[in-house]
Structures are given as structure tokens and as C-alpha cells.
């Protein structure tokens, strides 16, 4: 047994579990999911409680969204860590290369995670307000949110495997100077033109959807919430184009966790590493920087000092004297 000394610890050395430092990330991922749920308050609180309720509704619409693009980012930097470190030290080249889209994971839980259940609960508060019953409206709900993510996977992500594909030889080429440069340029290309002619017709027949939507809407209360569907439809299809983008890449980088101590455990690790790291001070931030200079510039020029160009010595920010 080791004898103690005057400069042993007398608690000992209690250091944190990996498991301890999931918890604070996952409050984080629930809370984010449980901001869906407020659009769902009952009308007859808001009525009762508020006096523009209508005001009220298409605020609570909004809220989730801001909360959601405050708190998320710290799920991010676990997410892009448990890429890096799966990816690193694997034997294929092109694997490897995989991080270079090491957000792709991200893209694809940020969108099942955030974007889907939001979409769904617009589409629900909209139908809801047009009379219709909660089954009925979950129903139609669930039909139309998967109807859009349906097509955007079955058609899109045979196409989007091939352009990426084309566009990783046409990134080798260029890199390695190869004379099929240009041939392969001219097939990427045609091939991103076709999709393009595709997605065009899709976003023709969104926007329909959403003028027959607008047309549909009989009260103010309607109104607003059409509005905020309308929104929802569009940044919903670009959601769904991103994820299916990134699907190929995150299955890989899915992979790769697997075969290298499995998910929970790459879980566990990013979130311990990402807690220790510290970010730099406010104070040492470029954007800060510059507006702190802006801001001496300007009080130089209002106070009519014009002898060092209105800059504090070292960018400190102005003082009086007394």
C-alpha cells in the first residue's frame, strides 16, 4: 500500500468519468428537440393569457428556430470530432479524404433532429386551424413531411452518389494535371445541368403547393401561419437536399466508427475532449478586434484628433483623463 506524505491529496485525485461529460450534450440534444413542442401550446391559453394572440402564435412559431441555432453548435463540434477521429489513421486514401465533409454527420442529424420535427409541427398547427381533427391533421402531417423527404432520397440519392463520384475524379485530375481533365469536366458538367432540370421542376411545383396554401387561408391567424408554412417548405427542401448530399459521406464516416471501437464509445471520447478544449478570450477575436479599432477610429474623429489617425495606442480603447 503507498505510505501518504505531507503532499498527498486528501480526497485523492477524483477525476471525472468519460461518462460524465455526455450529460451536459445531452441536455443540450433533448432540449433542442423539446423546442419543437412549443408551437403546440392550445390556443385557448394564448387567448386567455394574451390579447394578440395571433401576434403571439407566429412568434412561438419563430422562437424554436432561434433557440435551436443557439444551442446546437456544441452538438456540432462533438460530431465533427467523433468524424475526425474516426476517419484518422484509416487505411483507404479515399476514406481519409472523407473529412473533408466531416459536417455531413452533422447535416444529417441536425436536419432528422430539428428540421423534420419542425416541419411536421408547422404542417400540424396549420391543419389544426383549418378545422381539421388532431388524428386527421397528425396523419396529413406525417404524409407530406415524409412525401418531401421520400422523393428527395429515392430520386436524388443515386444522382448525387454519381456527381460526387464525377466530381472527386474531376478534383484528382485537376490535382494530378491528367489530360482526361477536360473530358471529365465536360461529364460533370452535363451531369449537374440534368439535375439542375429536375430540381427546377420541383421547386415549380413547391411553390404552387404554397400558393394554393395561401389561397386556402380565411383568417389572420391562418395567414400567419401559412406564411411561416411557406417558409418552412423551402428551408425544408433545402434541408433534405443537403442531407442528401451528405448521406453518402456520413454512412461512411458511420462505418468507420463502427469498425473502430463502435459509436458509443467515439460518443464518449469527443465529448470528454471536446469539454477540455477552451476557446480563446473575447478580447483576441478578429471580430472584435475590429470593431474595438472602428470604434477608436470614430471617437478619434468625433473628438477632432487627428494626430496617430484616430487609433489607441496598441488598439486600447479610448479614455478620459477625468
Known amino acids: 500500500m503507498t505510505q501518504s506524505t505531507d503532499k498527498t491529496p486528501l480526497l485523492g485525485a477524483h477525476k471525472r468519468t468519460p461518462r460524465c461529460y455526455i450529460l451536459p450534450y445531452a441536455l443540450l440534444l433533448v432540449v433542442c428537440v423539446l423546442c419543437n413542442l412549443v408551437p403546440l401550446i392550445p390556443s385557448r391559453i394564448l387567448e386567455a393569457t394574451f390579447s394578440d394572440s395571433v401576434g403571439l402564435r407566429l412568434f412561438l412559431l419563430l422562437l424554436p428556430d432561434y433557440l435551436q441555432d443557439m444551442l446546437w453548435p456544441p452538438l456540432g463540434h462533438v460530431l465533427d470530432y467523433m468524424a475526425s477521429n474516426a476517419l484518422y489513421g484509416q487505411p483507404s486514401f479515399s476514406l481519409r479524404r472523407s473529412i473533408r465533409k466531416s459536417d455531413s454527420l452533422n447535416a444529417i442529424l441536425k436536419g432528422l433532429l430539428l428540421k423534420v420535427p419542425s416541419i ?50 474531376r478534383d484528382d485530375a485537376l490535382e494530378g494535371c491528367t489530360p482526361e481533365r477536360d473530358d471529365i469536366q465536360i461529364c460533370y458538367t452535363a451531369a449537374m445541368k440534368s439535375r439542375e432540370r429536375f430540381r427546377r421542376v420541383w421547386k415549380l411545383l413547391l411553390f404552387t403547393g404554397v400558393c394554393v396554401l395561401l389561397l386556402l387561408a380565411t383568417s389572420s391567424e391562418n ?43 467515439h460518443i464518449l471520447v469527443a465529448c470528454e475532449r471536446v469539454w477540455q478544449v477552451r476557446p480563446p478570450p473575447l478580447s483576441e477575436l478578429p471580430e472584435l478586434q475590429a470593431v474595438r479599432f472602428a470604434f477608436n477610429q470614430l471617437w ?13 495606442r496598441d488598439g486600447d480603447l479610448p479614455y478620459h483623463s477625468g
Request: net charge positive.
Open 300 to 312: 478619434a474623429v468625433f473628438r477632432g484628433d487627428n494626430t496617430d489617425g484616430g487609433w489607441g
Open 223 to 265: 395567414t400567419a401561419v401559412c406564411i411561416r408554412l411557406r417558409h418552412q417548405i423551402r428551408s425544408m427542401d433545402e434541408t433534405y437536399e443537403k442531407m442528401v448530399q451528405s448521406f453518402p459521406k456520413a454512412s461512411r464516416v458511420l462505418e468507420a466508427m463502427r469498425e473502430t471501437g463502435g459509436i458509443t464509445a
Open 120 to 169: 411536421f409541427i408547422t404542417f400540424l398547427v396549420a391543419l389544426r386551424l383549418a378545422g381539421l381533427s388532431i388524428w386527421l391533421s397528425s396523419m396529413l402531417a406525417v404524409l407530406c413531411s415524409g412525401l418531401m423527404g421520400g422523393i428527395a432520397f429515392i430520386i436524388s440519392v443515386d444522382s448525387v452518389r454519381m456527381l460526387q463520384g464525377l466530381k472527386s475524379k
